[in-house]
């Protein structure tokens, strides 16, 4: 089944010790999407990548990088995670440039739940 | 203001009908969704209407859309235990490629 799958499921890091959040899809899709999701608050938008073009939220701190080397992968580089930065992260994929009602509707991986120590 | 509202809980008993609320701010928002959020796991979309819609049946779930309040209802018919979860409404903003705007969640408690 085509999906969006993220690893680790669960990540533990210490305090200022970087940590990479991997995503892959097999949807083709040509966006992919970063939310950070904290407890009992709605997602909250990162980043996107449409094809290779980097498009970054205004309010995301510098803390919060991403990669993506090719169509399938992208991942969220966080370079000095604080306490504040434990959250559910979340990626999504859409299509662009299609025909359709689900057109750029945006599909979500499971997440991944960060820990920060 | 910016924000996507819905209420934070409800609770219904097995059987009946459960109905979501949702406003959301933009008036140019293309599409609204109803994501689905079980415990510990990602979004799950269940439905969407585009905005020049007023009604979408799907199976046991309804969304209702009132343009001019910028009202958005998810109704469940015989609602199940296994419906018990968070649901998320969100609205796109802006044409391709345009953010999604997410509620801050309705969690729906289904008792037996």
């Known amino acids: 089944d085509a999906m969006v799958i993220q690893n680790p499921r669960y990540q533990v890091t210490q305090f200022g010790k970087p940590v990479t959040l991997s995503c892959s899809q097999t949807?083709?899709?040509?966006?992919m999407y970063w939310y950070q999701q904290k407890s009992s608050q709605a997602p909250k938008l990162l980043f996107h990548y449409y094809d290779k073009d980097f498009n970054n939220e205004a309010d995301t701190p510098d803390n919060f990088q991403s990669r993506r080397p090719n169509t399938s992968f992208c991942f969220l580089d966080i370079r000095s995670p604080g306490l504040g930065d434990a959250a559910m992260y979340l990626c999504?994929?859409?299509?662009?440039?299609?025909?359709?009602?689900?057109?750029?509707?945006?599909?979500f991986g499971p997440g991944t739940r960060l820990t920060v120590l | 203001g910016e924000d996507v509202e819905q209420s934070l809980f409800l609770s219904v008993r097995e059987g009946d009908s459960s109905v979501i609320n949702c406003t959301y701010t933009?008036?140019?928002?293309?599409?609204l969704y109803w994501y689905k959020q079980e415990p510990g796991a990602g979004l799950q979309l269940l439905t969407y209407i585009f905005s020049n819609m007023d009604m979408k049946q799907d199976q046991r779930l309804t969304v209702l859309l009132n343009k001019k309040d910028k009202h958005l209802s998810l109704r469940i018919a015989d609602t199940q235990t296994g419906d018990s979860a968070i649901y998320f409404c969100a609205e796109k903003r802006g044409n391709q490629g345009g953010k999604l705007i997410f509620g801050q969640g309705t969690e729906l408690s289904v008792k037996p």
């Open positions: 949807l083709n899709h040509n966006v």
């Open positions: 999504a994929t859409s299509r662009l440039s299609g025909t359709g009602p689900l057109t750029d509707t945006q599909y």
């Open positions: 933009d008036s140019s928002s293309t599409y």
